[in-house]
Nanobody, 124 residues
Framework: QVQLVESGGGSVQTGGSLRLSCAAS????????VVWFRQAPGREREGVAG??????YYAASVKGRFTISEDNAMNTVYLHMDNLKPEDTAMYYC???????????????????WGQGTQVSISS
């Protein structure tokens, strides 16, 4: 069974940076595709960034500010967030599935494994 544990959330001011971590365990062949999602109060959950092998995916709203990376030795996927804005405030979740190919990389219903989330709050 794949398990995902997020960490690294917190409160920072506008323009600040944070690095989120998603530590994974369980069968690696079931978590080749890892995506960070976020959900703000009153809003739908949205895909923020994804990683699948050498391919990186980014939502338009974060492109150029967020960077997704992975450390295979540590079984961890990171989301480095720079130039944070108040609209980035949300609960951030990582999710995993076997592949990102075949449909939209952030199609939520195709993700079998989810973490519990970590809160990010940006003050103006």
């Amino acid at each position: 069974q794949v398990q995902l544990v997020e960490s690294g959330g917190g409160s920072v001011q506008t323009g600040g940076s944070l690095r989120l971590s998603c530590a994974a365990s369980g069968p690696s062949d079931k978590r080749n595709c890892v995506v960070w999602f976020r959900q703000a109060p009153g809003r739908e959950r949205e895909g923020v960034a994804g990683i699948y092998g050498l391919t990186r995916y980014y939502a338009a709203s974060v492109k150029g500010r967020f960077t997704i990376s992975e450390d295979n030795a540590m079984n961890t996927v990171y989301l480095h967030m720079d130039n944070l804005k108040p609209e980035d405030t949300a609960m951030y979740y990582c999710a995993a599935r076997i592949s990102c190919i075949g449909d939209h990389w952030a199609r939520q219903e195709n993700f079998s494994y989810w973490g519990q989330g970590t809160q990010v709050s940006i003050s103006s």
